[in-house]
């Protein structure tokens, strides 16, 4: 099993829509989780760090959930713009690597 | 403010050479990184740099070598490139190993 797990998608939604990814990891141990997003042929950038009690940003609202060990990403009113991959990243607490990339859910949201 | 850059941003190799990617942050950063993305794959950790005199391996350090040259440089060599090292490259800094990490914007590299 991965340490970090995501549906691929692609998720497709109309503009305005809400889509909400989620984002499953197996340390129980881990501590921090943030969220990133990848643009095609592009960097992946920071959206957002989760907190243990959610944290919103705008359209963008992340949540955790230890008990299930999931975190997820809600974003309210699409835009074309927010087409791109989403890259869920967890912290691992020991060894080397202390975090851990997922491979993404790629997001297409159409006119 | 450039943030982190790295050079070159695309390169064609034949298998065999031998190339140095270079990367370089202005933000101060005490820990740098050398991912390779491949489809599918996600990111995979290939070399860090926990602070500047260091270097320990990632998940796939075959085939590469690391120098911190100082706190701003990290540089990637390839001694001997193969078709299997073909692939985007990035690097990364943060200010500690625990904290998010910046990237640059890419090295796609392939070998012939």
């Known amino acids: 099993r991965k340490e970090v797990e995501q549906d691929p998608g692609p998720f497709n939604v109309p503009e305005g829509a809400t889509v909400a990814f989620n984002c499953t990891y197996s340390?129980?141990?881990?501590?921090?989780f943030f969220w990133y997003r990848q643009d095609c042929r592009k960097e992946p950038k920071l959206l957002m760090s989760v907190y243990s009690s959610g944290n919103e940003d705008g359209r963008f609202t992340a949540q955790l959930n230890r008990a299930s060990q999931y975190i997820s990403l809600l974003i309210r009113d699409s835009k074309l713009s927010d087409s791109a991959t989403y890259l869920c990243v967890v912290r691992r607490n020991t060894g080397f690597q202390k975090l851990v990339f997922g491979t993404g859910t790629r997001l297409l949201v159409s006119p | 403010n450039a943030g982190v850059t790295q050079t070159p941003k695309f390169q064609v190799l034949k298998t065999g050479q031998s190339m140095t990617l270079q990367c370089a942050q202005d933000m101060n950063h005490n820990s740098m990184y050398w991912y390779r993305q491949d489809p599918g794959m996600g990111l995979r950790l290939i070399y860090y740099?926990?602070?500047?005199?260091?270097?320990d391996k990632g998940e796939v350090p075959n085939g590469y070598n690391v120098s911190r040259l100082n706190k701003r440089e990290f540089s990637l060599r390839l001694e001997s490139a193969a078709p299997s090292q073909t692939s985007v490259y990035f690097c990364?800094?943060?200010?500690?190993?625990?904290?998010?990490?910046?990237f640059g914007d890419g090295t796609r590299l392939s070998i012939l």
């Open positions: 990364a800094s943060s200010e500690a190993r625990d904290q998010p990490q910046h």
């Open positions: 340390n129980s141990a881990s501590q921090s």
């Open positions: 740099s926990a602070s500047e005199g260091t270097t």
